[in-house]
């Protein structure tokens, strides 16, 4: 065979075999046998191995997997992957949807979908080859698991059609509850430990080093979610029905895992259906999303902080179980605060084994009434943590104790304090007691915070041990000689963590306040506060009557800052992070500017020149505040074409000036 006729061959086979996959695991209609399948999968493999200069890495036999991946690279999402807001209320659908039609004068229609219980994922494709697929992460930044993802059959490697010469597109990998019995049915017969739940080890087969352990788990996917330039589709729906002719494994309409509908009462239907018919599904959801399918609509009702307001998560209630109570513990977090935990008679519940459950504080043990022995009922708050949510009266045969809260820490024997308003006890040994130290480690070391690869909780656990650590500044006084010397600790693992905490001093300014693990201030309080205050000598500088001024910065908040910063040690440890080469500033964007500062800005239309995305974006740049309504501290509005009626007669009404795109253009110059 000379090497053109090996090259149409090659191409051939690769088309057929990408054609028969399609049908067989997206379509469900296969039409050769297993057989010929891999008759015509072994003439490939043959050809490639003889041609190798014709090999593609988007190639069918790339399915079996067998690349080894020693470290997954962390990729910066284009566009971010939100999570969604949710809810378990009826009620609060209902209000929900009432809101969007408050917001916005267009007609809304809506998009049904299950919530996989899966794995998030994002998949790019450039001129309708497979690129890239990338975890979700942080939301900001995910990992890329292209060798593993290309073995799984349902994710077509070539698209067809017409589609975008670029495309990402999102849905959720999970493991098909066949698949999963199988596998589970393997270990046991092989002596191993059985896997809790499906969704835990789609997660963890995701992350494995050889794809072609992966490739056998028989993962499946489900893809939704279109994101493409110059791409015209006018909603989510019309969306998903082209991808779909593509060749991509989208939710079935058929089989209503995807649905329109024009109503609050479309909607409820929806829900009501999947509430029952779920239990037949061959995978595992747990609750079904609805999103405002109109893209310029969704534009025009835009974001919280956290999640989209155009999308909600339905979530399912989870079953009850009941089971022993046979102790509390109590344990300490990062912060001080004391959780009592129910130790309990073990009993499956949501597909996991489940031995304890959180109790949450003193006053919700005395609300529950419970006592030692009772027969209580758990459940899974959220579908992940379970807890308590009560006890069988009647089963209480008079032996049961009565459950005294502790007066002391467990850890460091300090006599604990619960301050007025306060629902939770707390250690208030911050300095001394292991728990708290540790925590705030682990804290400090965490993805969303300074993310040190090559270190996790035992190792700071080790580190603390033999007293090489007692506050995150340690960290940057490690030495290779020190480390080394540890049980488990070899040449390469010491070189990955030294490199990691190098890596750490180039954070941004904001992840690394969010590390110091101050009380109420979590990631988005500590964005607020880094764009504020620009630096940490600012905010350390900060009195209470400033920083309450600050846009969400609550009293609460305030104290807290106040507070911590008014400690001696904390000040020291801030002064020696800076010193090791931590980000103790904020970097200012290329073109950033203070020109709209103090302004709030309402942005509506449609734009000539820019998104409202990018509008968005420019208005923080320049020290300005996107806000959704008008009102009157409304500093203008910047109006496009198809502004609203009502927005227009609200802001005459109120005198709020109107600006063009060419106005806002003029005043950022």
């Not at 969007?100 to 998009?111: C, G, Q």
């Not at 009560?390 to 007066?407: C, H, K, L, P, S």
């Not at 209470?544 to 000040?571: C, M, T």
Request: proline share 3%; hydrophobic share 35%; with cysteine.
């Amino acid at each position: 065979m000379t090497e053109e006729e090996a090259k149409v061959r090659i191409e051939e086979l690769s088309a057929d075999l990408n054609a028969h996959n399609h049908r067989y695991y997206v379509l469900s209609s296969p039409s050769i046998s297993d057989y010929d399948f891999d008759q015509l999968l072994k003439e490939l493999q043959g050809l490639e191995e003889q041609f190798p200069q014709f090999l593609d890495a988007n190639s069918p036999t790339k399915r079996v997997g067998g690349d080894i991946t020693n470290k997954f690279e962390k990729v910066a999402h284009a566009i971010p992957m939100l999570s969604l807001g949710n809810t378990y209320s009826e009620e609060e659908l209902i209000d929900w949807e009432s809101r969007n039609r408050k917001l916005t004068d267009d007609e809304i229609d809506y998009v049904c979908e299950l919530k996989y219980d899966g794995v998030a994922i994002g998949i790019q494709y450039e001129n309708g080859s497979f690129k890239r697929a990338v975890t979700r992460g942080d939301g900001s930044t995910g990992e890329d698991v292209s060798a593993n993802v290309r073995t799984i059959k349902s994710i077509p490697l070539k698209l067809n059609g017409n589609f975008p010469e670029k495309l990402e597109i999102r849905g959720e990998i999970f493991f098909p509850l066949k698949g999963f019995q199988k596998l589970n049915e393997e270990r046991e017969e092989a002596g191993e430990a059985l896997f809790a739940n499906p969704r835990n080890t789609a997660s963890g087969t995701l992350k494995m080093q050889d794809s072609a352990v992966v490739a056998s788990r028989s993962l499946d996917c489900l893809l939704y979610g279109v994101y493409a330039d110059g791409f015209a589709a006018g909603g989510h729906f019309e969306s998903v029905q082209a991808a779909n002719s593509w060749g991509i494994k989208t939710p079935s309409v058929e089989k209503r895992y995807i649905q329109a509908a024009k109503d609050i009462e479309g909607i409820m239907d929806f829900v009501h259906y999947w509430a029952e018919a779920r239990k037949e599904l061959p995978f595992e959801i747990d609750g079904v999303v609805i999103k405002v399918n109109s893209y310029r609509t969704q534009e025009e009702l835009g974001f919280t902080a956290k999640s989209p307001r155009w999308a909600i998560a339905y979530k399912f209630k989870t079953e009850r179980v009941s089971t022993t109570l046979n102790s509390v513990a109590y344990q300490v977090g990062r912060t001080g605060a004391i959780t009592p935990v129910a130790n309990l008679e073990a009993v499956q519940l949501g597909g996991t084994t489940v031995k304890r459950a959180s109790l949450h504080n003193a006053d919700q043990i005395e609300l529950l009434g419970i006592k030692r022995g009772d027969q209580v009922f758990v459940e899974k708050g959220g579908e992940i943590i379970p807890k308590v949510v009560g006890f069988d009266e009647d089963a209480r045969t008079g032996n049961e104790e009565m459950i005294e809260f502790i007066t002391h820490c467990q850890e460091c024997e300090t006599e604990l304090v619960r301050e007025e308003g306060e629902a939770q006890h707390y250690c208030p040994n911050l300095e001394a007691c292991p728990p708290q130290v540790k925590g705030r480690m682990e804290h400090y070391i965490s993805r969303k915070a300074l993310n040190i690869d090559g270190m996790g909780e035992e190792t700071i656990d080790q580190l603390y041990s033999e007293g090489l650590i007692q506050n995150v500044a340690d960290l940057y006084d490690l030495t290779y000689e020190q480390i080394i010397s540890l049980e488990r600790m070899a040449e390469k693992s010491v070189n990955n963590l030294l490199a990691g905490i190098e890596a750490s001093k180039q954070v941004p300014f904001e992840k690394v306040l969010y590390g110091l693990g101050i009380r109420f201030v979590g990631e988005t309080v500590a964005k607020k506060l880094a764009k504020h205050y620009k630096n940490m000598a600012a905010i350390q500088a900060a009195e209470l009557e400033d920083l309450v001024e600050v846009d969400e910065i609550g009293e609460r908040i305030a104290q807290s800052l106040v507070q911590y910063f008014s400690k001696e040690e904390n000040r020291t440890l801030v002064q020696r992070l800076q010193a090791a080469g931590l980000q103790m500033e904020i970097l200012e964007q290329e073109g950033a500017s203070e020109k709209l500062a103090g302004l709030s800005i309402v942005v509506s239309g449609v734009f000539e020149d820019f998104s409202r995305t990018e509008l968005k974006n420019l208005i923080e740049q320049h020290g300005g505040k996107n806000v959704s309504s008008i009102s009157k501290k409304t500093s203008f509005i910047l109006a496009g074409d198809n502004m609203g009626p009502s927005k227009l007669q609200k802001a005459e009404d109120l005198g709020v000036e109107i600006k063009s795109e060419q106005d806002f253009k003029e005043m950022i110059s």
